[in-house]
């Protein structure tokens, strides 16, 4: 329709309008579904539906034409007070602004099939109410190309796109002049788009959209370059000018250290001039060749004449540098503000959604957003959408009870669904929050029982912490059948995963009939980070803060060995302890100071800490993508440039769990230098522990160390098997019920061993019947020791009948 490529086409700009219009719509009719004689809310969608049929007509859709005409008829009957647009009547209007919002073009047979069932339906309902004998219409047909009135703009009202008058000789689009039809409706929607609408006058130089815009769109942002001006711009460009801003910031830090550096230069000079004037007293006596005299006056001069040029310099160049900081500064801050988006851009369908779940549970819910305009990053918004739309249908389904069981609780018959975005220390904090029943902890217990992810008695222990924790398990539902809104177990798990994405949390509190409240807390930007600087093996590496649970310095005295592992004491239990030089597979450090710098990452089980060189101190990094070529890196994630110019490794902290994990699972973890390990090390009888009692083998491992005995745990039967196969020990002391291979088992095939049956033997068990103990010592057994008589000096003693003193 012309010439110019840049331009969109007629129907890229309709497709444009009719988005923005739907949104209205769909916005106004919600409000009319609380209060259907809303006057606002039918005038705004009465405008919507009437800029829509223009827009329609000048392109020549005559099925959006007709769609737009008989939504206009209910609104303007609703206003004239002929109708009154009960709950059905808006579930059809909201089935044609679905429908609006997808318009194309006339050769669409879908839009047209479903474009004439809704109009019939909204024709059937008019058939119903009293023409107005002084109803006028602000067009003549449906059909008809006449002129028609711009809408009515009241403060009251959002704004919304419309079509301004045509001249009454105009004629539909199809016949009218391209390029007039073009100007009219272009300058039209520039004019009075709202700041949702995007992209209608691109740029000279860029690229020509083939596609329209949406708010959510991936790939693209908006930057306003004037007010009621919109442009398209591509969200690599605006990465990339964040990232070089990014740098200009760095790079205008160097000036301060570079001015104090200079500082030094004048203090330098000053000494020099006064060495000068100490040499010019000093020659003052003695007469000197009048040549040689002017020499030194000359040198005296250009010295003091140097020093006053290099003072005014430098003043000059702390001045620079304030100004460059301060630019530099401003610039990174408005190239990230381009990123940012009105939290409202992502919840835009939100309000319809509850909507119709609710009513497709039976359930009344009054729907609230707080925060609209809390300004978020683009792309954690565009991760966003999927996770609320979990959390909300499952408050809805889970959360909400139907209107009889609240009116027989005491509660208003209607609930109250909340979503909450704020900005707070430095986080961006959502809440979704409801005023249900809470969540039923019995049956939360019953189903992680009945799907075997506990024992009973283990769910019984459980606090209602860690119960909720299940929540977020993949798979895990409450519901025992799947339904069009729940019971597959993908919600909060899904929600679990976009958080963790993020580097964020989430957490789940409730109070039992009152209702539920999810609270994700997020960074403000994926831009920039708060991070720990660390240093391993002479290398600068920074942790994101949001993954760092605690720094800590421990003494090496502090760390223990349970089950051949490294642990310390954390917060009431105790926590394996790895070092970073393991984790990034570099050099052990060479510092056998008596503590060690430690940070504590993870979660629950999964919760480590984590010896490093040594701290750095916090900062702020701006985050640069490392080049796609070089693949994902193990354990790191990005990298960054420090004030100093440097650049430093981001840590993968996700990636660090999963090294520990794979460490642990290989045997491949080294312990730190000193502590226990080299305590154990002095030891020249060393003992190994077979039980599968955690607390048994603790207990014998702590009674033996303390008396200088080297102690090695095995798990089974099998692990002890293995262990003696594969190193020295003096003494093998085993329980005899055990997983995959039992006590006896053991004994025998240590016995059987022509290298091993010289290795004694001592049978510690439960077991104290006289049958038992034969079997334990005809196994091969040096020595029998009933658990039911057990005490300490009597291990010890048997221990030391067995092999002697820890040191020999």
């Not at 339906?121 to 602000?138: F, I, K, Y």
């Not at 961006?428 to 217990?445: E, P």
Request: charged share 25%; with cysteine; net charge negative.
């Amino acid at each position: 329709m012309t010439d110019d490529p840049r331009r969109p086409s007629l129907i890229d700009l309709f497709r444009e309008e009719a988005r923005t219009q739907a949104r209205v719509l769909n916005d106004g009719l919600l409000a009319l579904d609380r209060a259907p004689r809303d006057a606002g809310a039918l005038e705004a969608c009465m405008r919507a539906a009437h800029s829509l049929k223009g827009a329609a007509r000048i392109v020549g859709v005559q099925v959006g034409v007709e769609l737009a005409h008989a939504m206009e008829d209910c609104f303007v009957a609703a206003q004239e007070g002929r109708a009154l647009l009960d709950v059905a009547w808006i579930d059809e209007l909201l089935r044609g602004v679905d429908i609006v919002a997808h318009i194309g073009n006339d050769e669409d047979e879908s839009a047209r099939d479903a474009v004439g069932t809704c109009v019939a339906s909204l024709q059937a309902r008019m058939a119903g109410v009293v023409p107005h004998s002084v109803a006028v219409r602000r067009d003549v047909a449906p059909t008809a190309a006449a002129p028609f009135e711009p809408a009515r703009s009241t403060a009251a009202e959002p704004p919304t796109a419309s079509v301004a008058s045509m001249p009454s000789g105009s004629s539909s689009g199809a016949d009218a002049d391209p390029d007039a039809a073009f100007n009219l409706l272009a300058d039209t929607l520039r004019a009075e788009a709202t700041p949702a609408l995007t992209a209608t006058t691109p740029a000279p130089d860029s690229t020509p959209a083939t596609t329209p815009s949406s708010s959510s769109a991936k790939g693209t942002s908006t930057t306003t370059t004037e007010p009621g001006r919109m442009l398209r711009v591509r969200a690599d460009n605006l990465d990339r000018l964040l990232s070089l801003s990014g740098e200009s910031l760095v790079e205008s830090r160097w000036l301060k250290p570079f001015a104090q550096s200079m500082l030094r230069v004048k203090r330098v000079q000053r000494d020099s001039t006064r060495a000068l004037d100490q040499l010019h007293e000093t020659l003052a006596d003695l007469k000197l060749d009048p040549r040689a005299q002017a020499a030194l006056e000359e040198v005296r001069r250009l010295t003091a004449e140097s020093q006053h040029l290099l003072a005014e310099r430098l003043a000059d160049l702390e001045s620079f540098d304030r100004r460059s900081t301060h630019l530099s500064q401003q610039l990174y801050d408005a190239a990230l503000q381009c990123r940012m988006r009105p939290f409202g851009d992502g919840t835009g369908g939100l309000a319809r959604m509850v909507r119709d779940v609710a009513r497709s549970l039976g359930k009344k819910v009054r729907w609230q957003l707080v925060g609209e305009s809390t300004q978020v990053d683009r792309d954690i918004l565009d991760l966003l959408e999927a996770p609320l739309g979990h959390m909300l249908r499952n408050a809805l389904d889970h959360g909400i009870e139907t209107p009889a069981v609240r009116l027989a609780c005491g509660k208003p018959e209607e609930g109250t669904l909340t979503l909450d975005a704020r900005h707070t220390a430095g986080a961006l904090l959502i809440t979704v929050s409801d005023d249900g029943a809470g969540i039923d902890l019995d049956a939360l217990r019953a189903s992680i029982v009945r799907k075997k992810l506990a024992s009973d008695e283990t769910a019984a222990r459980l606090s209602e912490a860690e119960l909720l924790e299940f929540l977020f398990l993949p798979g895990f539902s409450l519901r025992d059948q799947v339904t069009e809104v729940s019971g597959r177990g993908v919600g909060l798990d899904a929600v679990h995963d976009v958080v963790k994405r993020v580097r964020g949390t989430v957490r789940i509190t409730h109070e039992p009939g009152l209702g539920t409240r999810v609270q994700l807390q997020l960074p403000l930007t994926l831009s920039v980070i708060r991070s720990l600087l660390i240093e391993v093996a002479g290398e600068p590496y920074a942790v994101p803060l949001a993954h760092v649970n605690r720094t800590l310095h421990v003494s090496r005295a502090e760390i223990e060995l349970l089950e051949g592992h490294q642990h310390i004491a954390f917060s009431g239990r105790r926590i394996g302890v790895v070092t970073a030089h393991q984790i990034l597979d570099t050099a052990p450090p060479a510092d056998e100071s008596g503590t060690v710098s430690m940070i504590v990452i993870g979660d629950g089980p999964q919760t480590y800490g984590v010896v490093v060189d040594r701290f750095l101190g916090e900062r702020m990094l701006v985050v640069q993508p490392l080049d796609p070529r070089l693949g994902k890196i193990r354990n790191i994630t990005a990298g960054a440039l420090m004030e100093n110019g440097d650049p430093v490794l981001i840590a993968d902290v996700d990636d660090w769990l999963r090294s520990v994990e794979r460490l642990v699972a290989g045997g491949d973890l080294k312990h730190t230098q000193h502590g226990v390990a080299h305590a154990a090390q002095r030891a020249t009888r060393r003992v190994l522990v077979v039980d599968d009692s955690l607390t048994v083998r603790e207990l014998e491992r702590k009674l033996l160390a303390t008396r200088g005995y080297d102690v090695t745990i095995a798990v089974d039967g099998m692990d002890g098997w293995n262990a003696v196969r594969g190193e020295r020990f003096d003494l093998v002391i085993t329980d005899i019920d055990m997983p995959r291979m039992d006590g006896i088992e053991l004994v025998t095939l240590i016995k059987r061993d022509p290298q091993l049956q010289s290795l004694p033997v001592m049978i510690v068990s439960y077991k104290d019947r006289e049958e038992d103990r034969r079997a334990g010592l005809n196994a091969g057994a040096d020595y029998y020791l009933a658990k039911g008589s057990f005490h300490d000096e009597a291990l010890l003693d048997a221990v030391r009948d067995l092999i002697g003193e820890a040191y020999g």
